[in-house]
């Protein structure tokens, strides 16, 4: 090994070693000497409270930004639409190797590596500064007649992730926060390149036809592009986050990394091939409740009376059908709160109110696995219990979920008694252990502006990072596989097959 140091020095490393198991010992019988025994009440000082110079509402944030929409900002309409040739993807690919050649054998390349560099597109305005005013002038309309938005404002909140990466990667750099993710300005600098269309709010506010046109121009508009057809797509971000948007054109663009809700490996939302966990990324969620900071967590520690709460829409399709079973099994127990939910700001105290006065909350499949309820429950203190057997989570690769939240497969959920006995043997410790994980972990679901460390948008970033070596090896592969090879290199999320005789390593 290369400029390794001798730590292997058996004379030196006996006495290291046994005061090390001293003060280990010590410390171990500190803690559970029996005078001290392990303290349960939770203590939430690591809970960071909300800083009030933050937005992190979607309508305060959005409201500033198309107010002050920056500098940089000037209108934007088409270029001359000139199609790609080959000569301006081969000085790209040659540009881009140059500088990744530059950087490898740079000494300040390691320490630099897990920054991720992306290139922002600016895309006329049609596709990005248009439909964010179309959102807020139309949500002004409807504001009066629901108290909240029409359903599909709310909606179109909930999908908002967009929204939140994209302000934060084109804010001034000093007032960004996040220094694990930089804008680049050269295409040639950047590890992936951000698509700025949101192809949610166009789904839900334009005319079906306008919306489809929109979605080919926008195909066409990122298709065109060098750096898409050097990759085939590989290293650039879509955010597709509801499950519907884009859904007429999205398979030309499947090689992209996805920034999606959940993956829905049964194939009633996205195909087979469109969608895996290696290529995509799943986000979370923007949560309709307002967080339990510390000094609410503290309050409700109380007051959580019900053991399970459950409030939203009974009757939904596909895996959401196991709503009504759930229903049926559940209602007339004890300690249990259901309630057909309705949406606006009164749906909203509602729910709130439930989740903060309950110790367990339920959270089925709804049309989809995943549903916005679980991050509402998260960022409650309420446990989440989570029925929904096809569901892919947020930013596992850092985050572990069963220390904040129960599952359950929904045949056992529907046993009759089978899921409250369940709940009900959890031990106090155990519970406290659990939300106090939850109080730690609900800053990871807080969209913001400025988004801040450790919030969902820099998750998000460190995710990408550990996916970038990848993304580089296919694009490299891609462009040098003879059109006649049969190594085929597929990374589905295929249906796993539990019976085969190899374990998953
Ligand atoms: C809570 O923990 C912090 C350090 O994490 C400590 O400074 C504080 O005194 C603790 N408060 C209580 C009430 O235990
Ligand atoms: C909504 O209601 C407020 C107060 O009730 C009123 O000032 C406002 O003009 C109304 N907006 C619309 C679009 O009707
Ligand atoms: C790249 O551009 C060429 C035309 O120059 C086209 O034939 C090819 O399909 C494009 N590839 C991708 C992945 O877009
Ligand atoms: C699963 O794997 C086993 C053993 O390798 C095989 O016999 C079986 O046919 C496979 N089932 C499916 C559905 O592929």
Same mark, same amino acid.
């Given at each position: 090994m290369a400029g390794g140091r001798s730590y292997g020095n058996p004379r030196f490393r006996s006495p290291i070693l046994i005061t090390l198991l001293f003060i280990s010992s010590l410390l171990i019988f500190i803690f559970f000497s029996p005078s001290s025994p392990p303290k349960l009440t939770s203590n939430h000082s690591h809970i960071p409270m909300l800083n009030p110079t933050v937005d992190y509402s979607f309508l305060t944030s959005l409201q500033k930004f198309l107010n %002050?929409?920056?500098? %940089?900002h000037q209108s934007r309409e088409d270029s001359v639409t000139n199609t790609v040739t080959e000569a301006d993807v081969e000085k790209l690919d040659d540009l881009i190797w140059k500088r990744e050649a530059e950087r490898l054998y740079e000494d300040s390349y390691y320490p630099a590596f897990s920054v991720v560099r992306v290139y922002v597109y600016e895309m006329p305005d049609r596709f990005t500064y248009d439909m964010l005013k179309l959102f807020w002038n139309t949500y002004k309309e409807t504001v009066n007649l629901t108290s909240n938005g029409s359903p599909v404002h709310r909606l179109i909140q909930q999908h908002s992730i967009d929204y939140w990466l994209w302000a934060d990667l084109i804010a001034p750099e000093s007032q960004r926060l996040l220094k694990n993710v930089v804008r680049v300005y050269r295409q040639e600098d950047a590890d992936l390149f951000y698509i700025p269309f949101f192809t949610t709010i166009s789904y839900f506010l334009l005319e079906k036809h306008q919306c489809k046109s929109l979605y080919r121009e926008a195909l066409k508009w990122v298709t065109d592009q060098p750096a898409w057809n050097r990759s085939g797509g590989r290293d650039h971000i879509l955010p597709v986050h509801h499950p519907w948007s884009f859904k007429s054109v999205r398979k030309y663009m499947k090689n992209a990394i996805w920034l999606l809700p959940d993956m829905d490996s049964t194939g009633n939302w996205y195909k087979p091939g469109q969608v895996s966990l290696e290529k995509d990324l799943i986000l979370p969620y923007v949560a309709n409740l307002d967080l339990c900071d510390a000094k609410c967590l503290a309050e409700s520690e109380s007051k959580r009376k019900t053991l399970l709460f459950f409030r939203g829409r009974l009757k939904r399709n596909a895996g959401g059908k196991i709503r009504a079973k759930l229903v049926t099994e559940l209602n007339r127990a004890e300690d249990v709160v259901i309630e057909e939910g309705t949406a606006g700001e009164v749906g909203k105290a509602a729910a709130q109110h439930g989740m903060r006065t309950s110790v367990f909350c339920l959270c089925p499949a709804g049309d989809t696995p995943s549903s916005a309820r679980l991050f509402d429950a998260i960022v409650s203190g309420c446990i989440p219990v989570i029925v929904s057997d096809e569901l892919e989570l947020p930013f596992e690769g850092i985050l572990h979920y069963s220390k904040i939240a129960v599952f359950v497969s929904s045949n056992d959920a529907v046993q009759p008694g089978w899921l409250l006995t369940y709940l009900k043997r959890f031990g106090v410790a155990q519970l406290k252990e659990m939300q106090m994980n939850l109080a730690k972990y609900s800053r990871h679901f807080l969209y913001s502006h400025p988004a801040q460390p450790l919030g969902p948008e820099d998750l998000a970033w460190r995710m990408l990072s550990g996916k970038l070596v990848n993304i580089k090896l296919h694009t490299r592969r891609s462009q040098r596989v003879v059109e006649e090879s049969r190594s085929l290199c597929f990374c589905d999320c295929k249906p796993a097959n539990f019976t085969s005789s190899r374990p998953l390593s």
């Open positions: %002050s929409p920056g500098k %940089s």
